[in-house]
């Protein structure tokens, strides 16, 4: 049985390319999800961050987090990036793939202020962590390689954030 949690937070994180090794003009991201109450994250690799692609990201993060956690959050909060809520479709959230997607899902999307990374700080330092205890330092020679450690990375920050 699913425990309703009350704010998921997510945010998104480009990966050097010192980092991975990538083809020309590609580039690769990370969709991040912190509890900060749980303590439990997790994290989806993406080639693109274009909404479409965060929405799908969000909602294998978010079946993975119930099935194996028990969260299902029913407030997400987000900065105000194009992935999640403006560009074209700034003005019709029925439109944006996130937007439409909170909106049938019934999950509330707080937003933080604008140029206000202190509102997000918790979010800040979990980056933080995660460029430093996986990423800096770290040449991974292709995504399935940087996916496998990934994982593995995972698992230890939630065994000890427990």
Known sequence: MARKKEILHLDCLKISKKNLTVKPNQRYYLLGALDS??????LEFMEDKTSLTVMFSILKTLKHLKENYGLEP???ETDNAGEFCSG???NNKNTHPVERFFSEMQI???YTNTYRPQQNGEFEKFWQTVKDEFIQDKKFRSPKEFKSKLADFIVEYNKKNK
């Open 108 to 110: 509330k999307h707080k």
């Open 37 to 42: 109450e749980a303590k439990i994250c997790w």
């Open 74 to 76: 029913n407030i997400i």
């Open 88 to 90: 074209d479709y700034a």
